[in-house]
């Protein structure tokens, strides 16, 4: 623990504050809560309000922990800044301690150090003042730093729930990366197998057939009629595979990206025209993935619903945020039936798990619009 040596003489002689220096510095306190839910620099503001407005040359602001168990120092007016986060200290060790185990203020002549608590939160922290010069803390004083600390109490409160609510937010993001990561690690693993096991067997038995049939020409009808239906079958079986292997995990995203496999995409739907506008931009790969599994179901919702004649995919990103949208002049439907059908509940689920969201416009005769945005750390453009 890190010692503080406080300077100056002992004050003896007490000086009241001014009513409207009261006044000015609780409205500064009032400000600096309102500026923003960060610990750390409201600490510092109050520090250097209560220095600023008050005979104090020294103000700190001591946070308990978690765990109740002990004090931090959060926030300290100048020269102390550096050991801001250094100086720790157990409930009921030293003044501050002693403060944040009683609740009571604790007043030797020229410091003086109070409870910042509050009736919701309870003891949050210790606010300490002292001045080098002659000026004694007496009654009206304390009153004026006690009302400071139960402002800054609910503050405090606030920046720990703020703090906490952010931490989970970034461990949701996170399990929801691992989740994709995962489920997609596999379908990656299980399209390499069906790729090097059945497709490959597949086309080897191919060959033989093709040998074989070659061979008998001549052979008898029902012979050559098997080898033909065995060929059928082994395509039929290599299509099915090829379309498991891009259901699993699409090679395109491996190969070409995401501009370029919406693209793909695109020009592999033959029931209408699809144009297709995408910046070329680099993802991270379960963004990426989840982008293309919402274009891949809305765009086979406009095939087998719509009834549209063209439609068209949008791919925008920009700093901090990443849109995809596709459009159909089709029939359109009903906005209420979009959370029970058309695929809608399902690209909505993925989009919220990357911490986005799905916005779907529609209305009876005047086409569909799909749009998710998702939020990204950081966006990388291609070069072009």
Known sequence: MTALNWPGPPATASTPLPERLDNALLAGVVEAISAGPELGPLADRIALLVVGA??????????L???GSALTLAGASPPFGNIVGKVRMLVG????????????PVVNGSMASVPMSSGAAGIVGVLTVRSNSSHIYDERSVVLLTTIGSLVAGAVQQARSHRRLSAREHAHERFAERVIAAQEAERRRLAADIH????????GLSYHLDAAADALAEAPEFTARQLVLARQMIDLTLAEARAAIGGLRPPVLDDLGLASGLASLARGIAALPVSVEADECVLPEHVEIVLYRIAQEALQNVVKHSGASSAAVVLRADTGQVSLRITDDGAGFDPEAASAGFGVPGMAE???LVGGRLDVRTAP???????????????GFKSS
Do not use: K, N, W, Y
Request: include cysteine.
């Open 65 to 67: 922990d978690d765990s």
């Open 365 to 379: 005769g005047r086409g569909t619009s799909v749009e998710a945005r998702i939020p990204v750390g950081a966006v």
């Open 350 to 352: 993925r989009a919220e």
């Open 196 to 203: 090097d096991g059945i497709s490959q067997r597949l086309i």
């Open 54 to 63: 008050t005979p104090a040359d020294v103000c700190f602001t001591h946070v």
């Open 93 to 104: 060790e030293g003044v501050s301690g002693r403060v944040a185990r009683s609740g009571e």
